[in-house]
């Protein structure tokens, strides 16, 4: 009987899956990371979850669609979930993270309803900013639909709101709502960042025989947004000519004094922090950037560093800095 009762609900549960349409191809980018086992346990618990609120279409690489007609939401991005679990090894640990994943989400959403979208005084205490890379906006409504800028080239400033639970990304519809400047706006959400705490640290560094101090910031949601004000937020960190700097995920960023007593400190820096950096890139559920950029008067510009044959890296100064060294 116990048989005939598991048999009957195996196949209960792949007629469901199939009437939803469930897909459990790993998206691209992701096949490295978890084996096709766990995907479709990951899968099978993520639509579980969500269905426990809202009514599932289907799954297709790494998104579960939503039924017609719900209200503000149409579908749930898997991507960073599926990161979160392959960085966590014990997978008794899954179902509990999926559940946090999910009712956090529920949770902005709740708060949003409670929001008058239209209303800028309503959203003003909540606007934030992330940075991502250009490649991943696909992922998160498409740059065509959010409201972004360029601060680090490569990657792109997204004005979001940051509600309890999530951060959610401000859509065009909603801001034109507003009648707002841009500028104006991401001057506000700087301002809503540099209001949260982040840790500020100063470690001495050895690259190539030459002895460096490097400076961090590290805080789980707000670094990277956190660095883009750096002379507000760290101007000990500032050098007479600016800053290196990398952000290589939402959490860190690290930086190196520029100075006219030691102006070619940041090319041992970069040297002999690259891979470092690289791989904390490579390794976090939202990456930023894996290049070091100069920071100098409120501006950031990308640094040209490339690999030898022997794989040292070979810096060239922006043409800004150069001028600033060779300035007599």
Not at 40 to 61: F, G, N, Q
Not at 154 to 173: E, H, I, R, W
Not at 179 to 198: G, I, M, S, W, Y
Request: proline share 5%; charged share 15%; aromatic share 10%.
């Amino acid at each position: 009987m116990r048989f005939l009762y598991l048999a009957g609900l195996v196949c209960a549960l792949a007629a469901e899956a199939r009437a939803q349409q469930i897909s459990y191809d790993i998206p691209k980018g992701y096949r490295s990371l978890i084996s096709k086992a766990d995907y479709h346990l990951l899968v099978d618990s993520a639509v579980a979850t969500v269905a426990r609120r809202y009514p599932v279409a289907s799954v297709h690489e790494g998104t579960i669609a939503l039924q017609a007609g719900q209200p503000g939401v149409t579908a749930f991005n898997l991507h960073n979930l599926l990161a979160k679990c392959a960085a966590e090894p014990d997978k008794a640990q899954w179902p509990g993270l999926i559940r946090h994943h999910f009712t956090s989400l529920f949770s902005s959403f709740d708060e949003q309803r409670k929001l008058d979208p239209r209303s800028f005084e309503s959203v003003r205490p909540y606007l934030s900013l992330r940075l991502y890379p250009e490649a991943s906006l696909a992922q998160r409504g498409g740059a065509a639909n959010l409201l972004t800028r360029t601060d680090l080239a490569g990657t792109a400033t997204v004005l979001m709101l940051d509600l309890p639970g999530a951060f959610t990304a401000v859509p065009k519809s909603m801001f034109a709502e507003w009648h707002q400047e841009p500028a104006a706006v991401f001057a506000l959400a700087q301002a809503n960042v540099n209001k949260h705490e982040v840790l500020k640290s100063t470690k001495p560094l050895e690259a190539g025989g030459v002895k460096l101090t490097v400076h961090f910031l590290a805080e789980e949601n707000y670094a990277a947004s956190y660095a883009l004000d750096l002379a507000t937020n760290a101007p000990e960190f500032v050098g007479e000519w600016g800053s290196v700097v990398a952000i290589p995920n939402k959490g860190l960023a690290s930086i190196c004094q520029v100075s006219r007593a030691q102006p070619l400190d940041f090319v041992q820096y970069i040297q002999g922090t690259k891979a470092v950096i690289e791989r904390f890139y490579q390794a976090h559920e939202q990456p930023v950037s894996p290049a070091f950029y100069w920071y100098y008067q409120g501006k950031f510009t990308r640094i040209v560093v490339t690999t030898n044959k022997d794989g040292s890296a070979n810096v060239v100064a922006p043409l800004g800095l150069g001028a600033l060294m060779t300035a007599k």
